[in-house]
């Protein structure tokens, strides 16, 4: 079991940046595949980032490619997600999540049912 908290949500104009960070705590946090989702009002949650175990291989949702980044600190025990250029529709609730497998590859990661840990999800608001 691992617990995760997830900060930096927050209100920014469009074209503005966040810093996501998720603080993990339990499991053995180096060893397992991170992700990142997020879920507007009224939608299903939806991958939005997932990164390897040492940090190596990263995947992305299209829409977010070229503007988030996402990143780990094994040391640290944090997982962050650097979002650049952000749109109103990226306005939604983030979620990091820990991967039920260290074996996993990247790829498969994109769906809620390849994690078993989640965080309480942080606000993000993007005003147009």
């Known amino acids: 079991q691992v617990q995760l908290v997830e900060s930096g949500g927050g209100l920014v104009q469009a074209g503005g940046s966040l810093r996501l960070s998720c603080a993990a705590s339990?499991?053995?946090?180096?060893?397992?595949?991170m992700g990142w989702f997020r879920q507007a009002p009224g939608k299903e949650r939806e991958f939005v980032a997932a990164i390897s175990w040492n940090g190596v291989s990263t995947y992305y949702l299209d829409s977010v490619k070229g503007r988030f980044t996402i990143s780990r600190d094994n040391a640290k025990n944090t997982v962050y997600l650097q979002m650049n250029s952000l749109k109103p529709e990226d306005t939604a609730v983030y979620y990091c999540a820990a991967a039920r497998s260290s074996f996993s590859l990247i790829a498969t990661l994109t769906t809620p049912l390849k994690y078993d840990n989640w965080g309480q999800g942080t606000q993000v608001t993007v005003s147009s």
């Open positions: 339990g499991r053995t946090f180096s060893t397992y595949p």
